[in-house]
Structures are given as C-alpha cells and as structure tokens.
C-alpha cells in the first residue's frame, strides 16, 4: 500500500500498536514528528487547528451549529477509528470539524485477538449489503484486497484504556479543537458476569460522570453494542434504553446527549425508541447506523476472522449506504410527525463528498465517516471545496 492511500489506522498492525504509534500516513504527517514516538502533539493554537490564521480565527464566526455549539462544518469522524488525542488532532488538522473519540468505559477493555479488519466484498452487482438478507448468514466473502468503494469488517470488541488513562487524553483531545471545531466523547456500559441489570444502568452512570468531569459539551452513549446475555444489541431493547438514558440524564443534566443507534428495520420500533427517549427529553439526538452484522468467510468458505465467537462480525462502509440512508429518512420522517426537535447524525458508507450532501439532504443535521475517511483522509478538505 503506498504512502498515498494508506489508512491513519494502519490494518495491518495491532490495535495496540495503532494506539501507541499512529495515526499513520496523511494524519501522521499534518502531525509532523510528533506521531511517531508515540508521543503528544506539541499544543496548536485553535486557529492553526482550523487552519486559519489567528487574525481570521478572531473575526471567525462558524456557519453551522452541533447540538448548540458552534462548528464550521456539521462533518466528521464517528466513534471508532480516533483512538487517542493524537488522532484526534490530526482530524481536526485535517479539516474534519467534528472529532468523536472512541468508545470509552469505566473499566480498562482488551481488544479482540488481531485482526480486526478484513476488506469485505458483498457479491450484490452494486456491492451493497442489506441487514437481514440472505447473504449477511450464507457469509460475505473477506480477505486482504482493499479497494475502493471501500468496505470493511470490524471486530475490536470495542477496547478502553483505564480512566486513568483516557481522562487526560481526552481532555487535551478536547483542547486541541480548533475555532468551530467540537470533539465528542462516546462512551458505553460494560457488562461483566454477575451483574444485576441495576449494576449495567449505574454503571454507565459511572461512565457518563467520569466522560462528563473531562468538560464535554455534547456526549454521546453508544447503544448499538451487544447486549450481553441477550444475543441482541442494547437498541434492540428500548425499554432498557429508557432507563439507562433516564439515569445518564440525571448525572449530565443539560450537556445534549445522543445515542447512536443500529439499523432498526421496523418503523414501529424506531418510532417507539424515539418516543421513550427523544420523545421524554431524555436524549436530545440520535447517530446511526453503526455495522451490519454478517457470517464472513474466506475464499475456501471458512470462518475469515479467527477465533471463538467471531463467526459474525460488523461491516461497514460503501457496502452498508442505503441502509444509512434509509435509517435518517425514517427518523426524520417521525420527528417531522411527532413534532419534536432532536438531531440526527447520519453515518454509514460516507465515501465521497456527494455522500455528505445526500445525507444532509435525507435530513442529517451533521454526517460522519469512519471507514471512508480512513482511505480518504482529505474528504472532508474535499467537501469544503464544493
Ligand atoms: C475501526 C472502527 C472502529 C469502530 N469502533 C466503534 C466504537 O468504538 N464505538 C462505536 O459506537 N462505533 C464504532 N465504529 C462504528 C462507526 O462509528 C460507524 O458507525 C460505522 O463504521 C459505519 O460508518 P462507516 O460506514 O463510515 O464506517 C467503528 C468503526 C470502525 C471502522
């Protein structure tokens, strides 16, 4: 892989090795020196962050707002491939104006065995791949050949560092945006054996309080992770959504708060799930769609990702649009129905700059990509310049 198209995390390295030495490639160099030993980029003025100058940066005055704070682009990178402050500056550098920092938790987490991403190749004549259909359980073909449009596995198990650790970096990730730029943390609940279903609601109490006394302003609770114990997400059970958020809601008070969501296929239920959490004001937005789950397979048919419990893995990129796509003109359709205000984050197969438009047209208030913005690491440079 040339320097050129090499991803700012590099798949071929561990996630360990990702979060010790990267980002990598573009990121790598608007981070200078820096990003090679592992050690913290020197502190950038938010005018250099935004690239501006500090004359501009004084007159600035951003065009759009996230949940009430000011940005310039409603753009960015979702939670996931932004593993520590280093990334995250070197997205803001890179132009991206929104910055989600990777699901943390209130406990160190290790991450599934290496490796975690696969480039995935739907067999659908337009590469598209549909929750639910046949092919997510016969197995999509996954191996080594990552091309563009781009899809991917991603099977990390959602991985934290100890508080003690991503409380620091995350608070100088955060001082480190530029002028209209905004980092959102994303944290979630973890379930260890024992716990009584009280112990899983206080604990993303915990998680929510300990992300909170870093001075987020917006945060963000992912609910599209397993629900252990259950064989189905946390979204997949919005009454439990609904006493998870009522808690979380009750330790942050008036910092907005959104969940990111699976695909829901049925719109009673993500009419419900809106009712009993946008619909309370116990959550002020929703971002979706995170992965589709699929049976991935090698070119024999066997199991692609080793190990136990790795049969079925998420995808995402190019290959999971539609669905993203369709998750936003849904949601915006019933909010538009039921009258209420929450925003929407669209994310899902965001590859290319007409991508952005098309989400914000379907009724995103802002648009994110994770896996496009990996082997594009200019996209969002390439959106302003529309
Ligand atoms: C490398 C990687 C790691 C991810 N980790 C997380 C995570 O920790 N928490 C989360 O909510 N979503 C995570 N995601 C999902 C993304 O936020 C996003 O929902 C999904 O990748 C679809 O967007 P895309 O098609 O632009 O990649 C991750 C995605 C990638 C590619």
């Known amino acids: 892989m040339s320097e050129k198209t090499m991803p700012f995390y590099d798949v071929d390295r561990t996630y360990e090795d990702n979060y010790r030495f990267g980002p990598f490639g573009a990121?790598?160099?608007?981070?200078?020196?820096?990003?090679?030993?592992?050690?913290?980029?020197?502190?950038?003025?938010r005018a250099v962050a935004s690239g501006l100058t500090e004359h501009e940066a004084a007159d600035h005055e951003p065009a759009e707002s996230f949940f009430g704070v000011p940005v310039d682009?409603?753009?960015?990178i979702p939670a996931g491939p932004l593993l520590n402050e280093r990334f995250t500056t070197a997205a803001f550098r890179m132009g991206f104006d929104l910055a989600v920092y990777k699901t943390v938790r209130s406990r160190a987490w290790g991450c599934n065995p290496f490796p975690n991403v696969l480039a995935v190749h739907p067999q659908s004549a337009d590469g598209v791949l549909s929750p639910g259909s046949p092919e997510c359980?016969?197995?999509?073909l996954a191996d080594h050949r990552?091309?563009?449009?781009?899809?991917?596995?991603?099977?990390?198990?959602v991985p934290s560092q100890d508080p003690d650790v991503w409380q620091p970096d995350m608070q100088r990730a955060m001082e480190r945006a530029g002028a209209g730029q905004l980092l959102v943390p994303s944290f979630q609940g973890s379930?260890?054996?024992?716990?009584?279903?009280?112990?899983?609601?206080?604990d993303h109490v915990t998680t929510a309080h300990l992300v909170l006394e870093t001075g987020a302003q917006v945060m963000e609770m992912n609910t599209s992770c397993p629900n252990e114990g259950h064989n189905r997400l946390l979204c997949h059970a919005p009454d439990q959504v609904r006493l998870i958020t009522e808690a979380v809601k009750n330790e942050i008070g008036d910092v907005p708060l959104i969940i990111k969501l699976a695909y829901l296929p049925s719109d009673e239920d993500l009419e419900y799930m809106v009712r009993v959490t946008a619909g309370r004001g116990l959550v002020q937005g929703f971002s979706?769609?995170?992965?589709?789950?699929?049976r991935l397979v090698d070119a024999k048919g066997a199991q692609a990702l080793p190990g136990a419990g790795r049969d079925r893995s998420g995808v995402c990129g190019a290959a999971i649009r539609p669905s993203g796509l369709d998750m936003v003109r849904r949601l915006?359709?019933?909010?538009?129905?039921?009258g209420l205000d929450f925003g929407i984050v669209g994310v899902g197969g965001v590859t290319v700059p007409q991508?952005?438009?098309?989400y914000r047209a379907a009724g995103a208030d802002a648009v994110m990509s994770a896996t496009g913005a990996m082997w594009n690491p200019a996209l969002a440079r390439r959106i302003k310049s529309r």
């Open 27 to 45: 990121f790598a160099e608007e981070l200078g020196g820096d990003a090679k030993d592992g050690v913290s980029a020197d502190q950038v003025t």
């Open 355 to 358: 991508d952005y438009f098309d």
């Open 73 to 76: 682009l409603p753009f960015g």
């Open 332 to 338: 915006s359709a019933i909010r538009e129905r039921l």
């Open 191 to 202: 379930r260890v054996d024992g716990m009584t279903a009280a112990e899983y609601v206080a």
């Open 288 to 294: 979706t769609i995170n992965t589709i789950s699929a």
């Open 137 to 140: 359980d016969e197995g999509v």
């Open 146 to 157: 990552f091309e563009t449009p781009i899809s991917i596995s991603n099977s990390f198990g």
